[in-house]
């Protein structure tokens, strides 16, 4: 990480005092997956568990240089054996964590959520962003740009509880959550805007607990408060929100990909919902976002004792 995300440098620092969750990883078969959970371990910030075929970890430990000696290996034949074997042994309770390897992320979240054996709770399963912006003054949280295609309004209370429970365990009292549209009003001719005027509603009537909500909020007067002067807007969140609560999986993702890519971004990100925080990374992945994602679990995994 570099100077301009110094809240992310914030974060992993916090992360590096705490007990370090052992992680289960499943299928680290490329250079880029062995090296993201091999660098969290150096940092300090997880114990990890490498579940896959043996032969070809040490291969990718190799490539990349870095050593195995005091890493455990659970070896298995294939990814779909790794992700089964990866979820037993958080069931077991052998793992606090669990992170995504080589694998494709539907393989992974299969066993995660299958009925029986997986890591279900009451919840639905989300995805959040954790972003260091740097023009804004605090880390930005986006949810749910990576598991929920189209969620229903139902869902979408799961998906603002999840990113609340994370928000406060990294340290966010009472977060401030944006529900995201392409305007700020409420129109027939926009559903999403309705659902968020749903959602803020059912917050007034405590079915939404441990955040203030506000939408429908268009992104400029979410996160600017002279936009959200401009248009008027009087609320405790316009302008200074901590949370984006985006209306599909396909805004999510163009939204995080042009902060990234156009704003200097960098986070991580982390699958709440299910009994154990899930990091799911990707070879695109800087080192700063492996360590955040990490850091974030290891928040995660103490906080819930």
Known sequence: MSDTHAKLDALVARARNLPKPVTAVAHPCDAASLEGALQAHIAGLITPILV????????AAAEVGLSLDD???VDTPHSHASAARAVALVRAGEAQALMKGSLHTDELMAEVVAKDTGL???RRVSHVFILDVPTYDKLLLVT?????IFPTLDDKVDIIANSIDLARALGIAKPLIAILSAVETVTAKIPSTIEAAALCKMAERGQIVGGLLDGPLAFDNAINLDAARTKHIVSPVAGQADILMVPDLEAGNMLVKTLTFLARADGGGIVMGA???IILTSRADTVGARLASAAVAALLANGRG
């Open 52 to 59: 896959g075929p043996i032969g070809r970890i040490r291969a």
């Open 71 to 73: 890493v455990r290996i």
């Open 120 to 122: 279900r709770t009451a």
């Open 144 to 148: 749910d740009a990576a598991v929920n």
């Open 275 to 277: 009994r154990v925080p």
